[in-house]
């Protein structure tokens, strides 16, 4: 697969509809099992978060953002300033209040949790508005895959302790949930991984790529863009990636995941 990071932005002709700001709610859903401290929002900074978004938003055809190379085979990308402060503060505000705890893909017809996903996630719905939609275009031109290829984007939680334990994006031939997964769209062959916040070096919550020997940081706005497959489409398993543990404080992010057909 050629990998083509278009910077060019100049055809985005795309102008996104205005929308109402959005606001933090709490979930005290019981189902979120949370045994140390109440469904809060700890870090002030995210009472920030609130109508961060113009009514008048609209999706910025010339976006600057900047692509660097942090590792070229496997290809690993840091895109920063991939989205902007207030996209980022408007995803927590609307994902906030569906928050569950995170799951993993399973060999029955349903997900389930994992003592090495420890954190909460929710599942934007396709588009569901003009900040998401705009995101989705941003991405789906970046790879060069039509938008129908993406999965819903998925916004990620980390509390205090919260971790992702090192695994892979693709779903491997004999792994649990690989069949079912592969009629949705085919194999997932590339991640984005957006920060959401940014999170002080004794925070924690980095990246891992142990294959690699690579931490990245979580920098509000930028992004880790990689391809899950080989060039011949076979997995890469160099790609093995994780969320280390966050030792105080909150970590917010968000994955992009492209299939090699249409997603369903
Ligand atoms: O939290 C991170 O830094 C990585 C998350 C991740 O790998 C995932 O959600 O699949």
């Known amino acids: 697969m050629k ?14 509809q205005a929308h109402e700001p959005h606001y933090y709610a709490m979930n005290n859903d019981p189902a979120l099992v949370v045994q140390d401290e109440t469904l809060k929002a700890v870090d002030d900074d995210f009472e920030l978060m609130k109508g961060q978004i113009a009514e008048d938003y609209h999706c910025d055809p010339d976006h600057p953002y900047r692509a660097r190379m942090e590792n070229r085979d496997p290809h690993l990308m840091i895109i920063d300033n991939f989205i902007s402060q207030a996209e980022a503060l408007h995803l927590i505000a609307i994902a906030q209040p569906e928050m569950q705890r995170s799951k993993v893909v399973a060999d029955t017809d349903e997900n389930k949790l994992s003592t090495g996903r420890t954190s909460f996630n929710t599942f934007l719905s396709r588009s569901q ?6 995101i989705e275009q941003r991405a789906s031109r970046i790879v060069g895959k039509p938008l129908a290829n993406m999965e819903p ?17 693709y779903f ?5 949930g690989t ?3 592969l009629k949705r769209g085919g194999q ?13 070096e004794d925070q924690g919550g980095t990246t891992t790529f142990p294959t690699l020997n690579l931490n990245v940081k979580p920098v509000q706005g930028s992004a880790a863009f990689w391809y899950d497959v080989q060039v011949d489409g076979t997995d890469d398993p160099r790609t093995l990636h994780g ?11 968000l994955n992009i995941w492209v299939r090699e057909g249409e997603f369903n």
């Open 129 to 134: 508005d003009a900040v998401v939609h705009c």
């Open 188 to 200: 997932r062959i590339a991640t984005f991984f957006v920060y959401l916040n940014t999170l002080k």
């Open 153 to 169: 984007l998925q916004v990620v939680w980390y509390r205090k302790g919260q971790e992702y334990q090192p695994h892979y994006d």
């Open 243 to 253: 969320g280390a543990p966050v030792h105080y404080g909150e970590k917010y992010g």
């Open 3 to 16: 990998f083509s990071l278009v910077m060019t932005l100049s055809a985005w002709l795309i102008v996104c």
């Open 179 to 181: 069949d079912r997964e």
């Open 172 to 176: 491997a031939q004999g792994y649990a």
